[in-house]
């Protein structure tokens, strides 16, 4: 700093004197070390407790690690929160691309915090780890729901499958709920099975279609629309209103075709413009009506005991599996028997036996 400036700036007005550092070295250590430093489990627990959405997102991203130690932590904290989990109501929300979900997640989604909820919008989608996240990738349609307060936006965890990433956000949902979130959205593409992970983690299942094209054009699967408990036809503004509404009659016909549900509920088909938000509080007050008629008949807790019991079952599966395709030993006979098997040295089903009765041995 001994050197003249030749152009005094305001922030070096005086020449001859020796400069202040605007930053002092001393404290750009200090957070260095700071964001070097893990955060412990019991501060991540007490942040996430306190309803801390960066000690959320910290735990969160413990959970998705492949490394033990992470999720040894992941575990200890998932634990220390379910006492205070399972108080928020879970909304599944599903349609083909194209359909409007993360435009009308932000306008539902604003109009939930309107109401003093607090929204945590999680997405399942098995394919973001090929195409780095093309749900909620997006967050520049959420512009307004990323900035809010009272909002969280987590995208979906990556993962070689299905099963997997399912179990990754369903631990998060916990987290979220012990974090002061009440109304947890999540949401994924209508295209596959990622919409059963996702149905068997959530209290109400939506699925967003259009107007004016068929089922078989739309990609929606019989099987999806049968799991539905309402069909939002979005997109129902200007001059689509009157095929939205035709839409909505046709559904109606259609939805009567199905089995009676357990729950007890007909499923409702509504109509609705994420982009005017006209219709938007019509989803709300008929999920409303949903969880009112399931809390007094009680399938309601019903169904959470179940997904709990589920979710106990397909986290043993999805391990046992992991466990016996990572096996250096099962992974080279596996390789051998491929081969053994296409050039029918032996049966597929002796094979398996063999590979079986050596992982057990
Ligand atoms: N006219 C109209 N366009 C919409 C509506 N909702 C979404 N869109 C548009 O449809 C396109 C796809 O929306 P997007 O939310 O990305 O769909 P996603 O792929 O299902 O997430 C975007 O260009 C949106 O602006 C709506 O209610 N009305
Ligand atoms: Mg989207």
């Not at 369903?170 to 999540?186: N, V």
């Not at 593409?189 to 967003?208: K, R």
């Not at 409702?268 to 009506?289: F, H, M, R, Y």
């Amino acid at each position: 700093m001994a050197h003249k400036k030749s152009h005094p700036t305001a922030l070096h007005e005086k020449d001859g004197i020796e400069q202040p550092e605007i930053v002092s070295s001393d404290s750009v250590a200090q957070i260095r070390q700071y964001r070097r430093q893990q955060p412990t489990s019991e501060q991540l627990i007490a942040g996430i407790l306190s309803g801390d959405k960066i000690a959320l997102s910290r735990a969160i991203t413990l959970i998705e690690s492949t490394s033990t130690t992470h999720l040894e932590k992941a575990n200890e904290i998932i634990k220390a929160c379910l006492p205070y989990a399972n108080k928020s109501v879970r909304v599944g929300i599903t349609g083909v691309p194209g359909v409007g979900k993360s435009t009308f997640i932000e306008a539902f989604g604003k109009y939930l915090t309107g109401l003093g909820k607090k929204v945590a919008v999680l997405a399942v989608d098995p394919s973001s780890s090929i195409s780095h996240g093309s749900i909620l990738g997006d967050k520049t349609r959420m512009e307004e729901l990323v900035k809010d307060e009272n909002a969280y936006i987590r995208p979906s965890a990556s993962g070689e499958s299905l099963g997997g990433v399912a179990r990754k956000t369903r631990e998060t949902i916990i987290l979220c709920e012990a974090c002061g979130f009440d109304t947890i959205l999540i949401e994924t593409v209508g295209v596959g099975q990622s919409e059963t992970a996702v149905h068997s983690m959530v209290d109400f299942f939506l699925l967003l279609n259009l107007a004016g094209a068929g089922d078989e054009l739309q990609g929606i699967k019989r099987g999806i629309m049968e799991m539905a408990d309402a069909i939002v036809i979005n997109k129902a503004d200007g001059d689509n209103i009157k095929r939205a509404r035709l839409a909505k009659t046709e559904y109606n016909r259609a939805l009567h075709l199905f089995p009676m549900k357990n729950s007890g509920w007909s499923p409702k088909v509504t109509t609705c413009s994420a982009l005017t938000q006209e219709g938007i509080p019509d989803v709300w007050n008929t999920i409303e009506e949903y969880f009112t008629l399931t809390r007094e008949n009680g399938y309601f807790h019903q169904k959470r005991k179940e997904q709990n019991q589920y979710w106990l079952l397909e986290t043993i599966n999805e391990q046992l599996k992991q466990n016996f395709y990572n096996h250096p030993d099962i992974q080279i006979l596996l390789e051998e028997n491929k081969k053994a098997v296409q050039n029918n040295e032996i049966s597929p089903f002796a094979a398996a036996k063999l590979l079986l009765d050596n992982y057990f041995k």
